[in-house]
């Protein structure tokens, strides 16, 4: 069963930026649509950004579009969130999910990580 770990959140201020890394163990990426996702205090968790592993074709929310950059490393078995321009309402839990399907949708996800606080000081 595909284990996933996040990390790489913390305190940042309003204008920074922060690397999120999602590593897969135990099974690989391979065939796999990746996907980050956020959860913010007392509302639903919402779809950030995806990357289909076999293709290379992302996707992002309207809301990160031009500032967050979602990339992989065959290697490593790895996928990043890049994060630049960073702003109070990017704060959140951030998540890593994995799933066969390239959606935004996170009921179509059944892999999760144990996510990742983000914290933006404006």
């Known amino acids: 069963q595909l284990q996933l770990v996040e990390s790489g959140g913390g305190l940042v201020q309003a204008g920074g930026s922060l690397r999120l890394s999602c590593v897969a163990s135990r099974l690989t990426f391979s065939n796999y649509v990746v996907g980050w996702f956020r959860q913010a205090p007392g509302k639903e968790r919402e779809f950030v950004a995806r990357v289909n592993w076999n293709t290379l074709s992302t996707y992002y929310a309207d809301s990160v579009k031009g500032r967050f950059t979602i990339t992989r490393d065959n290697a490593k078995n790895t996928v990043y969130l890049q994060m630049n321009s960073l702003k109070a309402e990017d704060t959140a839990v951030y998540y890593c999910?994995?799933?066969?399907?390239?959606?935004?949708?996170?009921?179509?996800?059944?892999?999760w990580g144990q996510g990742t606080q983000v914290t933006v000081a404006s």
């Open positions: 999910a994995a799933g066969l399907g390239a959606t935004q949708y996170a009921a179509a996800y059944p892999y």
